[in-house]
Each structure stands twice: as C-alpha cells, then as structure tokens.
C-alpha cells in the first residue's frame, strides 16, 4: 500500500512539472493552429483614442533619456497622447532629465515623490491623472520600437478586447550568465501568451514592460502587492473582457547576465505570486473551463513547481529498490541536481556549457519560487523596490 501510495506522488509529481511546459503548449497549439486569429482594429486613418503613458521611476538616469525618446519618435499622432511619470523619491539626475522633458514637450506631466512609495501605489495615484480612454503602463528600460503605440493600441477597436501585451524582445544576451536562458525563456512565454490570447482572451498577465487596457477598466492594486501586471489582467478577465497578445507590438529591453540580479528578482516575483494566487484562487473554479485550466496550467502548477521537485526527489528516493525504471530515473534526477554546482565552477574557469546553464537556470528558478513561497508566508509589508542593474542599455 505505501509503494503505491508513493508511486501516485510519484507520477503526479512528474506530470505536474512536465505539463506547464509541454503539454500544455501542445493543448494550445492543437486549439489555436486552425483559428482566426484577426480582431478589428484600427488603421492609420481612424479617429484614433487619446492615451495616457504611464511611468513610475526610480533612479534610472542611465536609461530614461532614451527611452522617452523612443516614445518620442514613435509615428503615433503626438497630440493624441500624454505621457505621466511618477519620480519615487529618485536621488540621482532621474529628476533634472524628467524636468527637462517636461519644459520641452506639450502633454509631459512630472510627479515627484518625496519618500519611496513603491511602484504600484505611484501607479495607483497617477492612474487618477490620466485623461487617456486607454492607459499604458510602461518600466524605465524598456525601449519602444516607433509602431508601439500603434500596435498596442489598435486592437481596441474591438470592443471584447480589454488589455494588449506587447512582444517584448530581450537583447545582448551573454553566454558568460543567463541572459541566453533569459532570452529563450521570455520568448516561449510570449508564444504561449499570445496562443492563450487567441484561444479565449485568457493570457495568463502580460510581462508588464508595456502594456495598454482601457482605463474604465484599471482596478486599483492591493498596496503591498509585488507583482501588479498579473493583478490588473486578471481583473479586466473577471469583467468578462479579453487579454491578448499583438506580436507586431514590439519592444526592446537589455537582457541582466547576472545570475544574482535575476535569482532576487525571481523571488520578488515569486513572492507576488502567491499573493495574486490568494487574490483569484476562485478563477480555478470558474464556469469558464478554458480560463480555469490556463489558470491551472500556466501560472499554478509551475508556482508549486519546487513543491513537486521535492515530492518526486523523496518518492524515487524511497523507490530506489521497487525496480530499474526507478534506479535509473533517480541516478539522473540526482545527477541532475549537481549541475548547477558543476555549472557554478566551470564559470568561474571561464567554461560556459550553454545545456548546463539551461539546468542551471531551471533549478535557479524553482528555488527562487520556493524562497518566495517562503517569504510570502512570512508576510509582505512594502511593494518598494529596486530595478534591476542591466549590463548594458538596449
């Protein structure tokens, strides 16, 4: 009874971690290869809406001069946007480039925050400003492309349409780090995301870099919230509206070949996670069966993935003598868990393995969930934080 007992941990444990990231893009392809993937959408020679770009800094001085102009040279009509940015009390020259944007430029509104105030609540006071019918949501470092506005903006001419994600590209990856890792990772998601948004509208959170909703549709995040894209999708999804994805949305952004800046950014990540999962557990119960198994597939399994790494880890250990099939799996799944050490110490003799690195990166990240699961228990008391340090600009 025990053996099977610990045979179903097993199996499900293994299913778990695979389906995220094989069947389940499988599923996707197989319900979206044959669909219609075209949604009304604006042209050039439209009446086209009044948007409100939205920005919440902290000293980035070395980045946020290109890209404001990047937003600057897009082909976008200039008197049919206006660009908000919110200073959280930035302590290098973030503040003397903003002023000088806004002495120059119509439609430039600058707040500056005194105390750090954390992203989401500058987001939270600056969305009250906004006059724009759409709102985009945008970081520091990532570099627009001079049709953004345009692609991000044009799908809302059909009315089910809620939220559009961009295509964010990451750029200058490094085989010395984890930026080529980074790099595939953000792309397999991107195709995963936009499949969902053809699928049903159900794209699991865009990746936050930039993306556009429609402003009677913002809801106000939670003050402590880590991870407030995800939040603001999943509640334009509740208001029964769609979340896509428009690839031709282009946008640029440097790729962090440090494995340590990405590992904390993970766990800040991580953390938010769980916070959206207590916020929208109901959504695994919901009517909507191809919301509920996104939900369930996307986002949850892999936020439990070290949970199910360990419960296969234990099961095949106490396996180890029920047969071959179990000795061999287990010499490799330990084999498996050395690589990020071996990996650790060929880098630091200059040997960059790139298969090595992508076991790396995997274990890399499911510690970083279960360091988040962790802190989250814990409890989370600020949202403030620090953007990540890039190699170089994009």
């Given amino acids: ?46 009446n086209l809406p009044f948007v409100s770009i939205i920005m919440a800094v902290h000293n980035e001085e070395q980045i946020l001069e290109k890209k404001i102009k990047s937003i600057l040279k897009n082909d976008y009509p200039r008197n049919l946007y206006e660009i908000i940015v919110g200073s959280d009390a930035s302590t290098d020259k973030t503040n003397n480039i903003l002023e000088n944007f806004c002495s120059e430029e119509n439609h430039f509104f600058l707040e500056k925050f005194t105390q750090r105030t954390g992203k989401i609540n500058i987001i939270n006071k600056l969305i009250h400003k906004a006059q724009g019918e759409i709102i985009l949501l945008s970081d520091a470092d990532i570099i627009f492309t001079t049709n953004t506005i345009f692609e991000l903006i044009k799908n809302f ?8 994600d961009s295509n964010l590209q990451k750029k200058n ?4 780090g984890i930026s080529i890792q980074e790099k595939f990772y953000f792309n397999y998601e991107i195709t995963i995301k936009n499949m969902e948004g053809i699928m049903a509208g159900v794209m699991m959170g865009p990746f936050g870099g930039a993306y556009a909703l429609r402003n009677k549709l913002f809801s106000e995040v939670p003050k402590n919230f880590l991870v407030d894209d995800f939040y603001i999708n999943m509640k334009v999804i509740e208001k029964d509206m769609w979340c896509i994805n428009n690839l031709n949305a282009i946008v640029f952004d440097s790729t962090s070949d440090k494995i340590q800046d990405e590992f904390k950014r993970k ?16 959504i695994l119960f919901s009517k909507k069966i191809l919301l509920a198994f996104s939900f369930f597939s996307h986002k949850v399994l892999r936020w439990f993935g070290p949970i199910f790494i360990l419960l296969s880890i234990i099961s095949v250990a106490i396996l180890f003598n029920s047969g071959l099939f179990y000795q061999v799996f287990a010499t490799l799944l330990f084999f498996s868990l050395i690589i990020p050490i071996i990996d650790y110490f060929l880098r630091k003799y200059g040997i960059h393995i790139i298969l090595l690195r992508f076991i790396s990166h995997y274990y890399y990240m499911n510690l970083g969930l279960f360091i988040g699961l962790l802190k989250y228990i814990k409890g989370v008391k600020t949202n403030v934080w620090e953007p990540t340090k890039r190699e170089s600009n994009p």
């Fill in 1 to 46: 009874m025990l053996q099977l007992i610990l045979e179903i941990i097993f199996w499900l444990s293994i299913i778990a971690i695979i389906h995220p990231y094989s069947s389940y893009p499988i599923f996707l392809h197989l319900k979206t290869k044959n669909k219609n993937k075209s949604f009304s959408f604006y042209t050039r020679e439209d």
């Fill in 173 to 176: 990856p490094q085989k010395t």
């Fill in 267 to 282: 766990i800040r990540i991580s953390t938010g996670n769980f916070q959206n999962l207590k916020e929208f557990t109901h």
């Fill in 157 to 164: 001419k059909e009315k089910k349409i809620g939220l559009v």
